[in-house]
């Protein structure tokens, strides 16, 4: 197995506690100075055009986010700043209905058209005059200075608390070790304080008398070497036997991929479905890697994440970057919003290895036993790195097996053999084991 | 206490002026060790600054690293799709339906692919798909991963491209028409209208060319007559179903006669329904699978055939054409003659005589009878070529007047018996192109070998039978640079457009009332069919003509097809190779069959050696002509014609072949004039041939409850103990019958599936289908020809062949109730083990027999092979630590044993060895390691994948959706298999069926293979 590297290793979190109370005190003064500036800048446009930002924020997200986007071209222009070029009522009638006014010969119309790889814009009849400019005055805000020092790699926010309690655990650890100096000094000192008070009294202190030392006591009792041998011999038969059973037990592999991809961003804070990018369990025996054109579903518009997404462990260019490599990966230009068609496969590095004379099969266990994903595969939507969780050996899948009962309501297949078994055992419900599941050549052909 | 005995260190002592004594006394050796010798340099050895010393710890070294090293798994690399087509999912399997023609095997067949490759080929059931795949259709799905294919374009033998190779081929074409060459397109039998149009629009745009098809294993002669007589060049798909009485003179039509695929029909009519059965008599000269499954068999020469067919046309018609038929033969044709008159239209005659003459009294015969397998049938168009033409072309090409010659699935360097001559032609002409899978004989000889795509990848339409239409579609996208033939004739002519698109266009004034979707997704399309229609010519004269043959002298040599090779076209498929031949059961060669008389006349022999391995003499064919085919391995034939040899063609290639692949003789040489029949002269040569051959026994020495047979009569008449006995053992002194007797209790075995397999002999053919359908499925290796000479072959399923010793097994379990005394014992056996000279025959496929009480698991000490509640008997492979208990203690010897590592292991260089040939693999099934024990596993992966399918879509399975690959594969119904507590599945009516029987019922196994009894209608 490829040894790799432990991202949480102590001594990496040391470092960016360290760092991060460094940059602690000034980056918060910083935000702050952004945070008075940014309403200044935007008053001014917003005012211009009667619009309310806030509301068209919200009309923003609802209507135009799924093309647009303020600072970057997606399927549609970069909108920032839209009203400087264009008129206003022209707009209204572009946002309207823009193929009619394409068809109508537009002169600008036109051209805005064929700029943007000849898609037609949907048309918003439903928005009034008065959304379009709370969108327009949404659109004209500045844009915001980003806050944080690219270069460290994460966000004040977040950063804080780590900081705070390395502090408060170092103070207190301190404290204590103090504490006990000062105990240890104590006793030093009343035992001399207490020897010198017996001096003065006379009283002499016996000393003992010379017994024979443990260990040669032990070493002359052949009864007791005995037992420890035996002792000695069964815990470390135990512990070898131990290790070769972990020979080929990959749990908690976690390998370096490709591209760094997190589960916690996208099963954890976006709750994406599990079965939305492996869909091919619901039907397959494999769990199924996604094809690159399944990412593309939604990174077609999401070139770059939030801020609140960086930890301090990644900061938003890293996971920005990995976003960079997918689209190399599939040959999508940014600039264009087009596919080049150069692409490169990306060569994920297998984490769940079974080896080949087993037979699993996804569909079994997830469309027809209906069991989560995350009950072999752990807490994925936690997961930054995706590791082994299980460790897919043979007594692990059997315990289950003996345990799972079967869910058979509603599927006709079980209809009748549920009758008959559970006569036939005298339960009501019946597990995989009473199905059948032990069975050697269920698994292994 | 001394002792005065001198004690002796050799012989030489004894001479005391031996100077052995002397040098003995002061070396342990007589002659001097040559230690200079054996350290080789010892100048080398000695300047060396490794010391021993040193050695060893670098040794030491390299083994902890090496140690070390192996604790590290490897890293296992995923790579997805990037745009992951929609109708793919990683996994699960697709299949497509296609059809194929090569110009010998033709199959409607559904091709199941995973990851978007194919990985097993299966029958089309859809109404109208009519043919089913044959065994080598079944193992060409690995003939498209063959390393040794064409894998470029070459000119002149070096890699070259395509635009190179059409603008020599343009340049060619229009040097020929300023210098007036004529422009020769050769090709194989067609039947693709689409690909026909093309070079029709080929020859009119280029009118110094012209089209000639060449079948390499000619129907001329049934096809002239036919023409003949009905104006269509076309061979008759006869119904055999429609028939109560068949007569087959010579006519092998269960293997390749007219190109095969009559099975269906015939095990229609041979199981018997309300004690009826149709009855065939066979008159052949080699022993076929149709002879083996006849009635009645004759064993008779070619030229006696052809006066007991001009017999039968005598009684059939009333015409009274002078015969010369020996009377030992007399009665009986007379008697066949008389029931196919009598029989009228349920009556059948077909022939395989390759004489005009001879097809044209088959057509009049059946004419005569209005038989209904004739009359109703439709137009076979899978054999077109003229043996005349091709004739004229090697003659054109002899005297330089062909300046262009583009071939295309055609090999005439191997299969051309003058092939001498074709080479000397193919040097006159100035430009010859070869579109080949193979860099083949021809190919390597000719000014461009142009490669093309396997079928698999190809796009194609045929219509092998008139008024049918079925299309050929790729299922993988071509593994090499290559080009259909049809995309480079229409680049020729300066069509636009694509031979996909070609094809559409044609498709669209056949299809109608279709669509070309529906067409494609179905693989199959029929509108009318036109069947044989009327039509005469002067048969009476045909039938002078035939009576009045000459009979040649010396022996009559029949080539024939074997069912594995066939044509020779796949020579490079290991499946194939390793396929033992139904009836001699020999793999890994052809031979020469000659009958024991002959044998014995000309001091020929076959015995099994000490290791078990089937020797045979050798012998030296030499023709009419002179020419010579030496050193032959002769293989001694139970039924056998006296006075005829029969030699498989298809062997002995040597182009484009792995060097384990290159056995065999070419009997193409001894092919003269199309004909398959030959006159020649057998001697006797040196040496001793090694055979692959499976099975040792022949015959089954009078155990009639291995195979038990009964006739229509009995079977009709008698109740079913007395001709599907009970085997009967004793148990406290009383008979009882040995399946109530058991050592364990049995469990319950009615919940949930139970699987039972039916294999019914009656049905069962011995083609050959389910064996290598069953090695796709399940990842059996190739072991090789010395391997399978030490029986070591790795066939999970096996047809077992059994001569009778006297004329019928009947016979021979009467000779053996007749036994009295030990002496009569033994010399009685020693001639039952021989097989008679016109044996009955009969095939047993046996595979694992999954028994419920199976004696393997009981001896097993890992417990690696166990019983399951669904009634098949598990394997755990991983479990396996080879002790081989489980083998021995079988009784069916069915296990079988891996001794060596046969995938990825140079000693084994068949498939598995290379990255390609391991692409056919099935994902789902394990490929097993040395030291493993291996069986059939009842397909447990088809019966899992069908179960899930079924919880998936919450639903009961119904019959019919349990399948096995062999009785997937099974084109005649012989094989059933299905859920015995289905009360309402036909298996369970089967397992109830009277004629129902366990393999060596009396051991106890309780298998859940069942076998029904075969009847003959004698």
């Known amino acids: ?445 | 206490m001394s002792s005065n005995k001198k004690y002796w260190k050799s012989v030489e002592e004894l001479d005391q002026n031996s100077s052995i004594v002397e040098a003995l006394r002061n070396n342990e050796f007589v002659e001097e060790i040559p230690n200079d010798e054996f350290l080789g340099n010892s100048d080398a050895l000695s300047s060396s600054s490794t010391s021993r010393r040193d050695f060893l710890k670098y040794v030491g070294f390299s083994t902890a690293a090496a140690t070390l090293a192996a604790c590290e798994g490897p890293v296992n690399k995923s790579i997805p799709y990037v745009l992951q087509p929609e109708q793919i999912i990683p996994g699960v399997a697709d299949y497509y339906a296609t059809s194929v023609f090569d110009g010998f095997d033709f199959a409607n067949l559904l091709v199941k692919t995973r990851e978007g490759r194919p990985i097993k080929i299966d029958n089309n059931t859809i109404a109208g798909a009519k043919f089913t795949a044959n065994a080598r259709i079944h193992a060409s799905i690995l003939s498209l991963y063959d390393s040794m294919r064409l894998k470029e374009p070459k000119i002149e033998g070096k890699d070259s491209t395509w635009s190179a190779v059409d603008a020599k081929i343009k340049s060619s074409i229009a040097d020929a028409k300023a210098k007036g060459g004529q422009v020769v397109l050769l090709t194989n039998t067609l039947a693709s209208p689409s690909t026909e149009r093309l070079i029709s629009e080929f020859v009119s745009k280029n009118p110094n060319s012209k089209h000639i098809v060449y079948d390499a294993v000619s129907e001329s002669e049934a096809l002239d007559a036919f023409e003949l007589v009905y104006g269509e060049r076309a061979l008759v798909d006869y119904d055999f179903s429609k028939a109560s009485l068949i007569v087959s003179v010579g006519a092998d039509f269960l293997g390749d006669w007219q190109g095969g695929s009559f099975d269906t029909g015939y095990a229609k009519g041979r199981i018997p329904k309300a004690g009826k059965m149709s009855r065939h008599f066979q008159l052949e000269s080699n022993m076929t699978l149709s002879g083996a499954a006849a009635d009645k068999r004759l064993p008779m020469s070619v030229s006696a055939q052809k006066q007991a067919l001009v017999h039968i046309y005598n009684i059939v018609t009333g015409s009274s054409v002078s015969v010369k038929l020996e009377d030992k033969f007399k009665s009986e044709v007379t008697k066949a003659a008389q029931q196919l008159k009598a029989a009228g239209s349920k009556g059948v005659l077909v022939s395989g005589i390759q004489d005009k003459n001879a097809q044209l009294l088959v057509l009049a015969i059946n004419q005569a009878l209005a038989s209904e397998s004739f009359v109703t049938a439709g137009l076979r168009q899978i054999r077109k070529g003229s043996a005349s033409n091709v004739s004229q072309l090697v003659a054109d090409m002899k005297a330089g007047k062909v300046h262009t010659l583009i071939m295309s699935g055609v090999n005439p360097l191997y299969t051309l018996a003058d092939s001498v001559s074709f080479q000397e032609g193919l040097k006159k002409v100035k430009t010859s192109v070869a579109f080949s899978l193979k860099e083949d004989e021809t190919a390597l000889l000719s000014t461009v070998a142009a490669a093309v795509p396997h079928y698999l990848e190809s796009w194609n339409d045929l219509s092998l039978v008139k008024g049918t239409y079925s299309l050929t579609q790729p299922t993988i996208r071509p593994l090499f640079n290559t080009k259909q033939f049809q995309d480079v004739l229409l680049s020729l002519n300066g069509t636009a457009g694509s031979f996909y698109d070609y094809i559409k266009n044609t498709s669209s004034s056949i299809i109608s009332g279709s669509s070309w979707n529906k067409v494609l997704h179905d693989g199959v399309f029929v509108s009318t069919v036109p069947t044989v229609g009327s039509g005469s010519a002067d048969y009476s004269a045909a039938a002078n003509a035939l009576a009045a043959t000459k009979v040649s002298q010396g022996l009559e040599l029949v080539l024939y097809t074997k069912t594995g090779l066939g044509d020779g076209q796949q020579a490079n498929n290991p499946w194939l190779q390793e396929f033992p031949d139904p009836i001699t059961r020999v793999s890994w060669d052809n031979y020469v069959t000659v009958s024991n008389a002959d044998a014995i006349k000309y001091e020929l022999s076959n015995e099994i050696v000490a290791n078990g391995g089937l020797n045979g003499s050798y012998a030296t064919i030499t023709t009419a002509d002179g020419l010579k085919l030496e050193n032959v391995p002769v293989i001694v034939q139970p039924g056998q014609a006296v006075g005829t040899v029969g030699l498989a063609l298809g062997y002995g290639r040597k182009a484009a072949l792995k060097e384990e692949m290159m056995v065999g003789l070419n009997a193409y040489s001894l092919y003269k004039g199309f004909n398959n029949v030959q006159s020649i002269t057998l001697a006797k040569a040196d040496g001793e041939h090694e055979f692959a051959c499976v099975q040792g026994q022949k015959t089954l020495m009078g155990r009639g409850d291995i195979i038990k047979e009964t006739s229509l009569e009995i079977f009709n008449t008698k109740d079913a103990h007395i001709w599907n006995e009970q085997p009967m053992v004793s148990l406290d002194h009383k008979e009882v019958e040995a399946t109530k007797v058991d050592l364990w209790d049995s469990f319950d075995r009615s919940t949930g599936h139970h699987f039972n397999l039916s294999i019914d002999l009656n049905a069962c053919t011995g083609c050959g289908a389910c064996v290598i359908a069953c090695h796709a499925e399940n990842n059996v290796p190739v072991v090789g020809k010395s391997e399978v000479r030490r029986s070591r072959d790795m066939h999970w399923l096996r047809i077992d062949r059994y001569y009778s010793s006297e004329s019928t097994f009947e016979g021979d379990n009467e000779r053996k109730e007749n036994i009295a005394g030990l002496t009569s014992s033994l010399s009685t056996f020693n001639e039952m083990e021989k097989a008679g000279d016109n044996p009955q025959v009969s095939f047993q496929p046996v595979m694992c027999q999954h028994c419920n009480h199976a004696p393997c698991e009981t001896v097993c000490p890992v417990a690696a092979t166990s019983h399951s509640r669904q009634g098949q008997n598990h394997m755990a492979y991983n479990r396996c630590v080879g002790t081989r208990y489980c083998a021995n203690n079988c009784p069916y010897k069915v296990r079988r044993f891996n001794w060596f590592l046969y995938n990825k292991n140079s000693e084994f260089d068949y498939h598995m060895n290379d990255d390609l040939g391991r692409m056919v693999l099935n994902p789902d099934v394990n490929v097993r390691s040395r030291g493993v024990m291996e069986k059939c596993s009842m397909c447990i992966q088809m019966t899992q994948a069908t179960i899930l399918k079924a919880k998936r879509e919450g639903r009961t399975i119904v019959d019919g959706e349990f399948q096995t690959a062999c009785s997937n594969a099974c084109s005649t119904g012989a094989m059933i298999f299905g859920d015995v507590n289905d009360k309402d599945a036909e298996v369970a009516k089967l397992a109830a069926d009277d004629r129902m029987y366990h393999l060596l019922e009396h051991v106890g196994t309780k298998p859940n293979v069942i076998y029904h009894v075969k009847v003959r209608n004698t």
């Open chain 1, 1 to 445: 197995m490829k040894k790799v590297g432990n991202h949480n290793s102590i001594t990496r979190k040391l470092f960016l506690g360290v760092a991060l109370s460094l940059i602690f005190s000034f980056t918060s003064f910083a935000q702050e100075a952004a945070a008075v500036a940014a309403p200044d800048a935007a008053a001014a446009p917003a005012a211009a055009s009667g619009g309310d930002a806030a509301k068209g924020k919200e009309l923003f997200n609802a209507n135009c986010a799924a093309c647009h986007k303020l600072d970057a071209k997606a399927t549609g222009p970069a909108l920032r700043g839209i009203a400087s070029k264009y008129e206003m009522a022209w707009l209204y009638k572009w946002v309207k209905n823009s193929s009619d006014l394409i068809k109508s010969g537009d002169a600008q119309a036109v051209k805005v058209f064929e700029e943007n790889n000849k898609s037609v814009m949907s048309s918003f009849p439903q928005l009034s005059n008065a959304d379009i400019d709370n969108i327009i005055a949404y659109t004209s805000e500045p844009k915001a200075e980003v806050a944080a020092p690219a270069a460290g790699g994460a966000t004040a926010v977040p950063g804080g608390p780590v900081a705070d309690s390395g502090i408060s655990n170092n103070l207190i650890l301190a404290a204590l070790a103090l504490v006990l100096v000062v105990l240890v000094v104590m006793l030093v000192l009343v035992n001399k304080v207490l020897s010198k008070v017996a001096k003065a009294n006379g009283i002499v202190v016996e000393p003992k008398a010379k017994t024979t030392p443990i260990w040669q006591a032990f070493a002359k009792n052949q009864f007791l070497i005995l037992v420890t041998v035996i002792f000695l011999l069964l815990t470390s038969a135990y512990y070898v036997y131990g290790f070769f059973m972990q020979v080929g037990v990959d749990q908690g592999y976690e390998p370096i991929q490709p591209i760094h991809y997190s589960h916690r961003i996208h099963a954890g804070d976006n709750e994406i479905n599990c079965k939305y990018c492996h869909s091919a369990a619901r039907v397959s025996k494999n769990g199924g890697i996604p094809s690159l054109n399944i990412c593309m579903n939604c990174h077609k518009n999401i070139a770059e994440v939030a801020e609140t997404t960086a930890t301090p462990e990644y900061s938003k260019a890293f996971y920005d970057e990995q976003i960079q490599k997918l689209y190399t990966a599939v040959g999508w230009d940014q600039a264009t919003q087009t596919y080049t068609g150069k692409t490169q496969p990306v060569k994920w590095v297998r984490i769940h290895n079974l080896p080949d004379f087993v037979y699993f099969n996804h569909s079994q266990h997830v469309t027809v036993g209906g069991i989560e994903c995350q009950t072999c595969h752990g807490p994925v939507e936690e997961y930054e790195i995706q590791k082994q969780f299980a460790p897919l050996t043979m007594g692990w899948c059997i315990d289950c097996h003996r345990k799972t009962e079967v869910k058979m309501e509603g599927n006709e297949y079980y209809t009748k053999i549920h009758e008959e078994l559970s006569k036939k055992y005298g339960v009501d419900k019946l597990t995989a084991a009473q199905m059948g599941g032990l069975e050697c050549g269920k698994c292994h052909y």
